[in-house]
């Protein structure tokens, strides 16, 4: 089967960097992919790596080992507007399944 | 660019009532269509997929079936539906055809009573 494991609750302060962590189990992977939810919205895309190493998209970055089956999303210049909820989610053939989610608080 | 939508919103049911949420996407041909469920506070749990028209692939054994009867549209339904049914129902598909970012539609808020 495939499960993904993420912390439930991180909390940093606004400016700071906050690292999400997830690591998978998985038969038949193609990527690692990272989403971001504010309550009672949809989640939307965040990052996709397919390959091993660090992927930067403005202040956000992912990173992914697949030897190690791990991957974390970096957060930089936190803003109030980035407290919301992450998932890591890992794809393989037509499937993408979803980690539980990190529920990000930015305090002022 | 690719438009989902997804109606109703917002729906309130009783316990034992049918139900049909609807999913409908703009701007692909031949998408592959994924229906995901969110109870409160909580993870996105895989229901159904689609490759194509009239092609359903179950993940999760309960009293929800899939429909997909035109290329652009994807059918969520229940005869009876259950306290548990409650949630957050996303319809998503692949960005243009890519493997690694999926879409989003707005969703349908469950309610069952």
């Known amino acids: 089967g495939q499960s993904l494991e993420q912390p439930s609750e991180v909390t940093a302060v606004e400016g700071a960097i906050v690292q999400i962590n997830c690591t998978y189990q998985t038969s038949g992977f193609y990527g690692l992919s990272w989403y971001q939810q504010h309550d009672g919205g949809a989640p939307t895309f965040l990052s996709y790596?397919?390959?091993?190493g660090l992927e930067e998209t403005g202040r956000f970055s992912s990173f992914l080992s697949r030897s190690d089956s791990y991957g974390y999303l970096l957060l930089q210049e936190l803003q109030m507007k980035d407290s919301a909820s992450y998932f890591c989610a890992i794809t393989g053939g037509f499937k993408t399944i979803f980690g539980a989610g990190t529920r990000l608080f930015v305090k002022a | 660019s690719q438009t989902i939508h997804q109606w109703p919103a917002t729906l309130v049911q009783p316990v034992g009532s049918p139900l049909s949420l609807e999913c409908t996407v703009e701007g692909t041909s031949n998408p592959n269509l994924y229906w995901y469920r969110q109870a409160a506070g909580r993870g996105l749990q895989l229901l159904f997929y689609s490759v194509g028209i009239g092609q359903i692939s179950s993940e999760v054994p309960q009293n929800l079936s899939a429909s997909r009867p035109q290329d652009r549209q994807f059918i969520l339904s229940s005869k009876k539906l259950l306290l548990s049914d409650s949630g957050f129902y996303l319809c998503?598909?692949?960005?243009?055809?890519?493997?690694?970012?999926?879409?989003f539609g707005e969703g349908s808020r469950l309610t069952v009573l």
């Open positions: 998503a598909c692949h960005r243009d055809q890519g493997a690694g970012e999926l879409f």
């Open positions: 790596n397919a390959l091993d």
